[in-house]
């Protein structure tokens, strides 16, 4: 069976959408191949990068993404991880399922923690909060093909 393909969106594509296509593709890479895009990208947030190299996944070499870099991708599902980007996105022609999933946004919290440790507090919950939705794939989805 051939894997669905997600999009996962974000404003930056530079921490929760990173996320989100890294659990993707470890957890559930069998059945899903996961992308990632941000209608306003930016570079990669190194604490993003910092916490999940605390749980063994490298996106140290990733680059954020505009949406506009999958012209000819037809994905199944698009799946919107902020209010912005669920505001912003773009129609997806076809069939592609689109879900909205808000997280918090681990850059905005951290901005007025006192120390890198409670900064990282935030990022490492986003984390996993994102990955028990991923692991819930593909029930969460609901309208599987």
């Not at 593709?25 to 059945?31: A, I, Q």
């Not at 994905?75 to 918090?104: M, Q």
């Amino acid at each position: 069976m051939t894997p669905l393909k997600i999009l996962f969106l974000c404003t930056g594509n530079s921490c929760r959408s990173q996320m989100a296509e890294a659990w993707t593709n470890r957890l559930k890479g069998d059945s899903f191949q996961a992308f990632s895009a941000g209608v306003a990208p930016k570079q990669v947030d190194t604490r993003a990068v910092k916490a999940m190299a605390e749980v063994d996944i490298d996106i140290s070499g990733n680059s954020s993404k505009d949406i506009d870099a999958f012209p000819e991708m037809a994905f199944d599902y698009v799946i919107t991880l902020c209010d912005h980007a669920n505001e912003s996105c773009p129609f997806f022609p076809g069939n592609t399922i689109r879900i909205h999933k808000g997280f918090d946004d681990p850059p905005k919290l951290a901005e007025d923690t006192a120390s890198e440790d409670d900064a990282m507090t935030h990022y490492r919950r986003v984390r996993d909060e994102i990955r028990k939705y991923v692991e819930g794939f593909p029930e969460v989805l609901g309208n599987i093909r």
